[in-house]
């Protein structure tokens, strides 16, 4: 029997991906009679965010299964932490997860550090699992990496604290409440960032 192989590639899967959820966002704004350019704009920034996660961690994707696939290339799967790990990708793995504060308390009114902090953990063990689950049963061609997870642990962690630094602004404090897709009720002042 023959091994049949998938090439899943990036633009022609991102890009309608992104362009599908400016217009979901635009909708659900505007039925929720939320809908202002600044909050538009938050919205579009998470969508494509999102679309760049994905790419950054999934696409291209090459996928092989039937008998001559081969077995599961398990070098792809890293459990020990630090052992081989690569400088570069350790702080581009940081820097991808650094805006992930700003967009949870944009997006979803997420402000203590427990959350989200949990929440970077959380999406970076299922980028993680996702990718592992596929070099293990497709023969897919990612690394599943524990520093990765670390690393994006620990970017939302850094992007938090800077977010808390840049709220101590009264002007980037009053554009964050603009922006907010999560707004407070009349007369109610916005809770402040907890430590």
Do not use: K
């Not at 039925?31 to 998470?46: E, P, S």
């Not at 990612?142 to 709220?167: E, F, I, Q």
């Amino acid at each position: 029997m023959p091994t049949d192989q998938l090439d899943l590639p990036a633009l022609p899967i991102l890009l309608p991906l992104g362009a599908v959820l400016m217009v979901v966002s635009w909708a659900v704004l505007r039925r929720r009679g939320l809908l202002t350019a600044r909050r538009l704009l938050t919205a579009w920034a998470a969508g494509w965010y999102l679309v760049a996660v994905l790419g950054a961690t999934m696409l291209p994707l090459r996928l092989a299964w039937g008998v001559n696939a081969g077995e599961p290339e398990l070098y792809r799967i890293i459990l020990i932490p630090l052992t081989t790990m690569r400088v570069d990708d350790f702080l581009l793995n940081i820097v991808m997860t650094l805006p992930l504060a700003a967009l949870l308390r944009l997006v979803f009114g997420i402000r203590d550090r427990a959350r989200v902090v949990l929440v970077g953990f959380l999406l970076s063990a299922s980028i993680e699992l996702t990718q592992a689950i596929l070099d293990l049963t497709l023969h897919g061609d990612r690394w599943a990496d524990v520093n990765d997870l670390m690393s994006n642990t620990l970017g939302a962690l850094l992007g938090y604290l800077v977010l808390r630094r840049l709220l101590r602004f009264a002007s980037f404090r009053r554009a964050m409440e603009d922006c907010s897709l999560v707004p407070c009720r009349s007369g109610e002042r916005p809770p402040a960032i907890r430590s």
